[in-house]
């Protein structure tokens, strides 16, 4: 039997079962394919243990009523034939269940026909929360209790007032019985809430069980979360609008990750950091992750170690792979094989050589490589090109990366074509997709570097309550964040958090020393709409020929079945 210790208190359950409203409904079909549809519709809507309306109607189902399905309902096409179709009954029963919670007797039959009927007939199928009185029984009632639970026996059972004959409104009124009589089993197992209803059908290990209490003290806030282990190390780092609902969630059956089901069971105690809004959590479990490198995340653990595309220094410079991010540096990218994806697209557009070898500036008398012969280098290393000559390839780079110009990729386009009408189009597609890897990697990289170069940006967005939420940025990097609720002056609060805000140095890099990852969260919080400027110590823009400008070409590139690829216009 489920262990009742650490329960919690009533108050911090969640939405408790007798203010939630269900709708316990029950189908009659045709059959039970997909194929098959829907004779009878009939539901019974209730609330704190009173009914607050019932929904019952025959349905036309446009086809002949098989007889087995006559014997075993009672309905015969005889009495479906003046009653209405499917498409004018659904969208009253989507409005009779809105906002509801669903209740079935084998409730994955059911909700699977009002699935597809929804697609049949364009409705959108809002995914519901969904209680099955079946699943619900096994985990309650015992072998011996009941042998069986078809809902016939558990009305028995249960002394159900209505007796369930396979007519839809007789059964849902049965399984209303039958749920209300379930509902009185669990609530004396310490289940006082839809969350926890729908937690502890699942199974859930003891071990689950008994740590909720690690979140019984955690507030109700925005914030981080972190898991400790017994020697006080962290085992996982988490964010949540709502931190003790979140953090209990790790000890029900709704975590099924082998894995954190492993830490939770290591688990000694559960430390939080309450944040003024989601920016402020994300960006302190990013930090927290980088400090901590918690076992069982599986990501952002080292926000510094992403790959970048950069040029060298030296007479005929060339590109490199590089872990720290240089001035002159294309990325940041996720994996080593799309940085070089983009530098090979980058020396095909700019003309950088893509040998490796160090050329002196004067005197070079190397034998030239295969790709001299194949026409990809003009051969500086044999002699046949001057640093002056040379000089217009990093150039083009520079310009590329600083948003100066966007013909290097013009040129890459151009060849696109050339391989496409010369019917190569493998090596088009290969190409293209070097392309592709190249514009998203500079559109990101400069939008990223666009926001660190500002000293300081305030931003506020509205709470949704009548209040703001504010974040001080300075190159970058969130160093401050707070509220003003509603009625309360907002400015005040803006100088405060300004005063108060972090010190941010700029450091080297296109991204001023800030990690990627947390610009880029920064970016998406002030790219949200509603976000508003309340002041920036410069102007915050992007260059004009930026790769942004090549995203309706990005988007006709994803977008392709063939190697076929436009110029943007």
């Known amino acids: 039997m489920p262990e009742r210790q650490g329960q919690l208190a009533f108050d911090e359950l969640g939405t408790p079962l007798r203010s939630t409203t269900f709708v316990v409904f029950d189908l009659e079909t045709t059959g039970t394919s997909d194929e098959d549809t829907i004779t009878e519709i009939g539901a019974v809507k209730i609330r704190g243990g009173e009914v607050l309306g019932e929904f019952a109607t025959l349905v036309d189902p446009g086809r002949g009523i098989p007889p087995e399905v006559v014997s075993l309902t009672g ?16 969208p009253a029963f989507l409005e009779f269940t809105s906002g509801t919670v669903l209740i079935a007797h084998n409730a994955g039959f059911d909700v699977n026909f009002l699935r597809k009927a929804c697609q049949r007939h364009g409705y959108r199928w809002r995914r519901p929360a969904v209680v099955c009185t079946v699943q619900l029984a096994r985990r309650v009632l015992t072998r011996d209790e009941a042998p069986s639970c078809r809902l016939s026996a558990l009305a028995e059972l249960f002394g159900a007032g209505t007796k369930p004959i396979h007519r839809a409104l007789a059964d849902a009124r049965a399984t209303v019985d039958v749920f209300h009589a379930l509902l009185e089993r669990v609530g004396s197992l310490g289940v006082q809430s839809l969350e926890e209803l729908l937690d502890y059908i699942p199974e859930v290990t003891p071990e689950q069980r008994r740590k909720r209490t690690l979140a019984a003290d955690l507030p109700t806030e925005p914030g981080v979360y972190l898991f400790r282990g017994p020697g006080d190390e962290v ?41 003024a809004h989601a920016l402020e959590a994300q960006v302190r479990e990013l930090r927290l992750l980088a400090a901590h490198k918690p076992a069982y995340n599986r990501r952002s653990k080292n926000p510094r170690q992403a790959w970048w595309v950069a040029l060298t220094d030296e007479a005929f410079p060339r590109l490199s792979l590089v872990r720290e991010p240089r001035d002159r540096a ?26 490796t070898v160090r050329i002196p500036a004067r005197h070079a008398r190397a034998r030239p490589c295969a790709l001299a012969e194949l026409g990809r280098c003009a051969a500086p290393c044999a002699g046949r090109q001057s640093v002056e000559e040379y000089a217009p390839a990093p150039v083009a780079f520079l310009g590329l990366v600083a948003g100066r110009r966007t013909d290097p990729l013009a040129r890459l386009v151009a060849r696109l074509t050339a391989l496409a009408e010369a019917e190569r189009f493998e090596q088009a597609g290969l190409d ?55 009625g309360v002056p907002p400015m005040p609060v803006v100088d405060l958090l300004a005063a108060s805000a972090e010190t941010v140095l700029p450091g080297p890099g296109p991204l001023a020393g800030a990690p990627a990852e947390e610009v880029g969260v920064v970016l998406r919080w002030l790219d949200q709409p509603g976000t508003r400027m309340v002041r920036c110590s410069q102007p915050w823009a992007e260059p004009a020929l930026a790769a942004a400008s090549w995203r309706g070409w990005l988007a006709r590139a994803d977008a392709a079945l063939s190697s076929r690829v436009e110029v943007p216009g």
């Open 330 to 355: 294309v990325g940041p990218f996720r994996s080593r094989g799309l940085a070089e994806d983009a530098m090979i697209a980058l020396q095909d557009a700019t003309g950088i050589r893509p040998c």
């Open 75 to 90: 309905i015969t096409d005889a009495m479906v034939h003046t009653a209405p179709r499917l498409d004018a009954v659904l």
């Open 235 to 275: 085992l996982y780092v988490g964010t949540a609008s709502d931190l003790r609902r979140r953090v209990r969630q790790y000890f029900t059956a709704s975590e099924t990750r082998r894995r954190l089901r492993e830490m939770v069971a290591l688990a000694t105690r559960v430390d939080h950091v309450v944040c």
């Open 432 to 486: 293209r997709d070097r392309l592709r890897v190249l514009v998203r990697a500079l559109d990101r990289g400069q939008r990223l570097a666009a926001l660190a170069s500002v000293a300081e940006l305030i931003a506020a967005r509205p709470d949704g309550a009548g209040g703001w939420q504010f974040a001080v940025v300075r190159h970058g990097r969130l160093a401050s964040a707070g509220v003003a609720r509603r």
